[in-house]
């Protein structure tokens, strides 16, 4: 499985990117997908995924609102829509497939992960 993020950019505070994932190796109807995002000096955290069992998705509560995560199967491509960007939401944002999508499993527990795209929220 080989992912890879892409979207990632600098854009100023209530701004907008899309992040996207593609890969190969893996079929989206067969996989949970998960975003996650570290910042400088902090542990990696889920901000958000989508279960192939229910689809259920869940977010952070400190994105709840304003990201939203999709996929396109027949792309084989999933994204991540963030707005209303705050520096706060800084960070390397990561990719990754096949891991719990649960409400209580927010670590980074994903078997296979991307290598990150850089977004940066500042005035």
């Known amino acids: 499985v080989q992912l890879q993020a892409s979207g990632g950019g600098s854009v100023q505070p209530g701004g907008s990117l899309r992040l996207s994932c593609s890969g190969s190796?893996?079929?989206?109807?067969?996989?949970?997908i998960g975003w996650f995002r570290q910042a400088p000096g902090k542990e990696r955290e889920r901000v958000s995924c989508l279960s192939i069992h229910d689809g259920m998705t869940y977010y952070a509560d400190s994105v709840k609102g304003r990201f939203t995560i999709s996929r396109d199967n027949a792309k084989n491509t999933f994204y991540l829509q963030t707005n209303s960007l705050k520096p706060e939401d800084t960070a390397v944002y990561y990719c990754?497939?096949?891991?719990?999508?649960?409400?209580?499993?927010?670590?980074?527990?994903?078997?296979?992960w991307g290598r990150g795209t850089l977004v940066t929220v500042s005035s």
């Open positions: 190796g893996f079929t989206l109807d067969d996989v949970n």
């Open positions: 990754a497939t096949d891991g719990p999508c649960l409400l209580g499993v927010i670590g980074p527990v994903f078997d296979y």
